[in-house]
């Protein structure tokens, strides 16, 4: 079974700090993504990326950048927390030819005070 | 108008019944469609796979696509109180940036024992 794990599964953070959300997937996927998901307005695609050190931007970058040093992990930063950040977080991944469908983590139930 | 749409439920029936639950969408380019069951607080879990126009069966769920009519349903026979969960329908298209899903928000579904 696919297994990808998030970090933590809920964060309470300050506004103004640095957040990092850590997602690992152990299948190898070339492929990775950021999401966040709130009431009404479903998934959102933040930040994915299709290789190492590889990135692109989603629907609604900002306010977020990403880091991916080794296949199996992306990160997601918050550069400065922000109360209009609280939300889930969800992290997926798939692979990159063949096969399109993605495996999420659990995800992460951020609050931003 | 959206590319994905999906009617929010909330969708409650009695247990034993069939469950229809439906996606419309607007890009012709689409060919790979998914669904994903979201429990309560837990990231989503792919539940079937469909690759271009008709039916998949998998136990009590079978998903069909009508591309003709850019119309995919996600049918649950002898419906459970374990199928009590969020589902949300997904697509993506063939070439550059396919690895990307377009997500529905998803319908919320109850099975009352």
């Known amino acids: 079974d696919v297994k990808v794990t998030q970090s933590s599964r809920y964060l309470v953070k300050r506004t103004g700090e640095k957040v990092f959300l850590e997602c690992v997937q152990d299948?190898?996927?070339?492929?990775m993504f950021w999401y966040r998901q709130d009431p009404g307005l479903g998934l959102r695609l933040i930040y994915f990326?299709?290789?190492?050190?590889?990135?692109e931007k989603g629907d609604i970058p900002e306010g977020y950048s990403v880091s991916r040093e080794k296949k199996e992990r992306f990160s997601l930063i918050l550069e400065s927390a922000s109360t209009n950040q609280t939300s889930m977080y969800l992290c997926a991944s798939s692979f990159l030819a063949g096969a399109y469908e993605q495996y999420f983590g659990p995800g992460t139930r951020l609050t931003v005070t | 108008q959206k590319e994905v749409e999906q009617d929010p439920g909330p969708l409650s029936v009695p247990e034993g019944a069939i469950v229809s639950l439906n996606c419309t969408y607007s890009?012709?380019?689409?060919?790979?469609f998914m669904w994903y069951r979201q429990y309560s607080r837990k990231g989503p879990e792919l539940l079937m796979y469909t690759y271009s126009s008709g039916n998949k069966e998998d136990g009590r769920f079978t998903a069909q696509v009508d591309k003709s009519s850019k119309y995919i349903s996600l049918f649950i026979r002898d419906s459970q109180p374990s199928d009590s969960a969020t589902y949300l329908c997904?697509?993506?298209?063939?070439?550059?940036?396919?690895?990307?899903?377009?997500f529905g928000k998803g319908t919320k579904l109850s099975v009352i024992p």
């Open positions: 890009n012709s380019a689409f060919q790979y």
């Open positions: 997904a697509m993506s298209a063939r070439g550059a940036g396919s690895y990307q899903l377009t």
């Open positions: 299948m190898d996927h070339e492929n």
């Open positions: 990326s299709y290789d190492v050190k590889m990135k």
